[in-house]
């Protein structure tokens, strides 16, 4: 029979096995070397065979699998000695706050603090012997009230940082590819409108990580259907800004609603249920989210657009 004719290359194998079997056992013993030779070889040549098949059959699926394995677990970039990292959660708005230093120098920054737990975070800073020198926000948040200006009072040489296209006030506008140092370590604004006109992504190239904010959420991203916000500005900040970076890069947003707390860029690239779909389908979806306005958004934004400026909120508020 003659090989290929058959469906399963298996079959052809074993149906070729059983015939040599046959004649093997009605040839003489002078013939055996030469028939098991050729036994041999038939075997090789139907191992290779079936080798082959399976590998045309399976191709795109494996070479797909793999790929996807491949680029979602990458080699880990260790945080250097002298780089403090902390994340900090809120549970009611489900927020990260992230406290950074350099332990040497001492200099430290906070991201996207929130008012409720300022204290719990100063106290940190205190019992480190830390100079919080900046509380940045990566964007003017509508579901809690920034921490920021309560921290400048409870931290005197703390300054707010915002940046300049998120409208808000703050003691810095940060604009695009400013660097904000603390110590020798530094973070690098780049600008990642979508959720909000003003969203900057944070990037630390030393330590290999981001804070995405609310653009790039782990496997989701934020809303944009206030703010000025917009899906397709959104998708485009993801796609060249986030999905550029190094893709063992690991990415840390302003919040997770299922107690993830860190994600990478290779993660999120192949599994993203949002933005590994096309912009069409992207645009489609964010537009049928439906959800509810944040609960605390007539609260948060006007407070917020004075990066939460304390002083300026009466006791009731500051309650
Ligand atoms: N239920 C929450 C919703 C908060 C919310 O809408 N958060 C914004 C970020 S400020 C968002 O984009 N969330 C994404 C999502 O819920 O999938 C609340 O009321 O605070
Ligand atoms: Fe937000």
């Given at each position: 029979?003659?090989?290929?004719?058959?469906?399963?290359?298996?079959l052809n194998l074993y149906s070729n096995q059983s015939s040599l079997v046959k004649?093997?056992?009605?040839?003489?013993?002078?013939?055996?070397?030469?028939?098991?030779?050729?036994?041999?070889?038939?075997?090789?040549?139907?191992?290779?065979?079936?080798?082959?098949?399976?590998?045309?059959?399976?191709?795109?699926?494996?070479?797909?699998?793999?790929?996807?394995?491949?680029?979602?677990?990458?080699?880990?970039?260790?945080?250097?000695?002298?780089?403090?990292?902390?994340?900090?959660?809120?549970?009611?708005?489900?927020?990260?706050?992230?406290?950074?230093?350099?332990?040497?120098?001492?200099?430290?920054?906070?991201?996207?603090?929130?008012?409720?737990?300022?204290?719990?975070?100063?106290?940190?800073?205190?019992?480190?012997?830390?100079?919080?020198?900046?509380?940045?926000?990566?964007?003017?948040?509508?579901?809690?009230?920034?921490?920021?200006?309560?921290?400048?009072?409870?931290?005197?040489n703390c300054q707010s940082a915002i940046s300049r296209t998120s409208g808000a006030?703050?003691?810095?506008?940060?604009?695009?590819?400013?660097?904000?140092?603390?110590?020798?370590?530094?973070?690098?604004?780049?600008?990642?409108?979508?959720?909000?006109?003003?969203?900057?992504?944070?990037?630390?190239?030393?330590?290999?990580?981001?804070?995405?904010?609310?653009?790039?959420?782990?496997?989701?991203?934020?809303?944009?259907?206030?703010?000025?916000?917009?899906?397709?500005?959104?998708?485009?900040?993801?796609?060249?800004?986030?999905?550029?970076?190094?893709?063992?890069?690991?990415?840390?947003?302003?919040?997770?609603?299922?107690?993830?707390?860190?994600?990478?860029v290779a993660e999120e690239r192949n599994y993203n249920p949002r933005l590994t779909?096309?912009?069409?389908?992207?645009?489609?979806?964010?537009?049928?989210?439906?959800?509810?306005?944040?609960?605390?958004?007539?609260?948060?934004?006007?407070?917020?657009?004075?990066?939460?400026?304390?002083?300026?909120?009466?006791?009731?508020?500051?309650?």
């Open positions: 029979m003659p090989l290929g004719s058959l469906k399963s290359p298996e004649t093997i056992s009605r040839t003489s013993t002078s013939d055996m070397n030469r028939t098991s030779c050729i036994f041999l070889r038939t075997r090789r040549f139907c191992c290779e065979f079936i080798l082959r098949e399976n590998y045309k059959t399976n191709q795109g699926k494996r070479n797909f699998r793999t790929y996807r394995n491949k680029m979602a677990l990458t080699e880990q970039i260790p945080f250097s000695k002298d780089f403090l990292f902390r994340q900090f959660f809120d549970p009611i708005s489900s927020t990260y706050t992230y406290l950074l230093a350099d332990v040497t120098d001492k200099q430290a920054v906070l991201i996207d603090p929130v008012i409720e737990w300022a204290e719990r975070d100063a106290t940190i800073i205190k019992e480190l012997d830390l100079k919080l020198i900046y509380a940045l926000n990566t964007h003017m948040h509508a579901d809690h009230v920034t921490g920021t200006g309560k921290l400048k009072e409870l931290l005197p006030k703050a003691d810095l506008l940060l604009d695009p590819e400013d660097r904000v140092k603390f110590g020798r370590h530094e973070l690098l604004v780049c600008p990642t409108p979508g959720h909000t006109e003003g969203c900057v992504t944070y990037v630390c190239r030393e330590q290999g990580i981001a804070f995405t904010g609310d653009t790039l959420l782990i496997r989701g991203c934020g809303r944009t259907d206030f703010q000025g916000g917009s899906p397709q500005i959104l998708y485009n900040s993801v796609h060249s800004v986030i999905f550029t970076l190094p893709e063992n890069f690991r990415l840390y947003p302003a919040h997770d609603y299922s107690g993830r707390t860190v994600t990478s779909k096309s912009l069409d389908e992207f645009v489609s979806i964010m537009e049928n989210l439906n959800l509810p306005y944040p609960k605390m958004i007539d609260k948060a934004v006007p407070a917020n657009r004075v990066c939460g400026i304390y002083e300026l909120m009466d006791k009731e508020e500051k309650d």
